[in-house]
């Protein structure tokens, strides 16, 4: 589970290092698909990540404005905020969380039961989704996306 949190994040900050050389015009441009623009998508992903993990722990999930995060820097401060939660509840991560009920209470009195373990893999699943919608934008702009390729990231160490 930690291995995909830490592709993730390194993934992440390889497209902050992308976005650096991109208009902000650019990165606020409406796309389609996605949520909205590049640097919003970034947003999302972190956003999402820590919301769910608050949520697993049974803590408050205050959404945080878009409207507050309007270039790149401010995105990466969000990132450097949140990411030590994050990082706190992955790595105590263990086999006995796995199969963890979380009750998901939806609208209209309705509620979803799902396991710690499907969360953790929808966090992760739902980054990468995102990082191809960032592929195909960055090739829309001419620039070559950066590598969703898991081998040759250096996340394990082999004997």
């Known amino acids: 589970m930690e291995t995909f949190f830490r592709y993730n994040w390194m993934v992440r900050e390889q497209w902050y290092v992308w976005c650096e050389d991109v208009p902000l015009e650019e ?30 722990q049974g803590k408050p999930d205050d959404a945080e ?14 990132d450097r905020k949140l990411r030590p939660d994050v990082e706190a509840f992955v790595t105590a991560w263990d086999s006995s969380m796995e199969k963890r009920a979380f009750i998901d209470h939806r609208s209209a009195g309705k509620a979803n039961t799902d396991s710690w373990g499907e969360v953790m893999r929808h966090v992760i699943a739902h980054e990468i989704h995102h990082m191809g919608q960032l592929s195909v934008w960055g090739r829309e702009l001419g620039k070559q996306p950066v590598s969703a390729n898991v081998i040759g990231k250096g996340l394990i160490i082999p004997e």
């Open 27 to 56: 990165l606020l441009r409406p796309r389609t698909g996605g949520v909205g623009n590049i640097l919003q998508t970034l947003f999302h992903i972190i956003d999402v990540e820590w919301s769910w993990l608050q949520l697993l």
């Open 65 to 78: 404005d878009f409207a507050n995060y309007q270039n790149l820097e401010a995105v990466r401060q969000l």
